[in-house]
């Protein structure tokens, strides 16, 4: 039977799988701002504190599980543990755990959460070479921009196709940070960024799983062999992203190549890096915030008749699960973000345990959330209004919640944060020794002590 082959395609797309090769080997070690390196450092510190925070939980547990029953080498650390692996598998299980509290940071424009995949990969491979934590720290800023600019150029269609951006662009965060902290030169660094481009990682229908948190693992493991797979020869084509059937135009029509190409070397995507300060998907958080400040008002969840919540349709569409089941499905319940808000005044990840998530209370305040959609309203920003038992009305709206780059978390927040959650793994006192040694990676001679204090 014949097919119709017809593809609607850019045949003039730029080079830009040399483009950005040729970026990733030539940009000079610390070539930004003070204020990219500083950020380069917070993204560090916030991925670090994820994955030690998640170091036991079941997701972690079974991954590491699975990778033992290959008898794994010990070339690399699991950061919050005591274990060692090959750094394959350690680059898969720090990147499952930094994301299985849905905690890490966001790129904002295209909700890539880059550090997951990006730092997973380098961190591995810089422990193995003894690499120093300025090759470390280079390597992170060139990979995360790869990553994003490949993402700003496909987003939305990417994403609305069903794509977990994270993963799918991740690989090639991961292999580009991996090619420059192995020092390729530009043809083997495009054969890595196109053995990577072979391997997008990771769909939307995950969402609420263990296997959402294995998007960025599995993004870094496969960077990171595509950069080992070049070093050792292994070829690409040498237009693997931008060719008609090369990964882009296979996986979006919508590629803006412009996206990729302006303003490099000049404007680096770490820079509209966010953090979170609630453990849940980033459309849920400015209902949070809302409800947090309803509390703050003197609002109770016993006073309660409806909350009247009004969001852009993206936030009903991602975060719609009106009857979570666990922790990991309340993640993506405005509901529950909701419940959490009035109740505590926060959404940690104690939050979304799974004991909380079934409590009766927190069961009846979701039910009295009647959420609409209104796409006048900013994809990050929500309208509430708590409507009591006495007929009283309070409103409250939210335009940029709290860790968005309107508000962003403080250093000071963002070290609370991290305490928040790994104290419970390596205690109050070495996690502070820890934080201290992500701040002052970029002038450390050898990354392997850092990777040695975040083991448990």
Sequence with gaps: MARNTQVAADHNAPPVTRILAEFIVNHPSR???????HEAHRTLMNWVGCAVGAAHHETAQAALAAVQLLQPA???SILGRGEKVDMASAALINGIS???FD??????KTIIHPAGPVASAVLALAEHTGASGRALIDALVLGIDVSCRVGNAMYPDHYD???HITGSTGTLGAAAACARLLKLDAQQTAMALGIAASQPIGVREQFGTMTKPFHPGAAARAGLMAALLAQQGF???PRALEAPRGMMQTISTKNDWSEITSELGSRFEISFNAYKPFACGIVIHPSIDACAQLREQGVRPEQIERIELKVHSLVLELTGKKEPADGLQAKFSVYHGCAAGLTFGRAAEEEFADDIVNRTDMVALRRKVVATVDDAIAEASADVTAVLSDGRRVHVFVEHAIGSLARPMSD????AKFHGMADQVL????????????WGVGSAVDVRALAEQGRD
């Design 235 to 237: 070829t690409a084509s």
């Design 161 to 163: 196709r069903g794509w």
């Design 74 to 76: 010990a070339q690399a």
């Design 98 to 100: 930094s994301h299985t």
């Design 412 to 415: 000071a927040q963002l070290e």
């Design 31 to 37: 070539g930004w701002s003070d204020a990219v390196d």
């Design 427 to 438: 205690g109050a006192e070495r996690c502070s020794a820890l934080i201290a040694a992500c």
């Design 103 to 108: 905690f890490d940071d966001t790129h904002l």
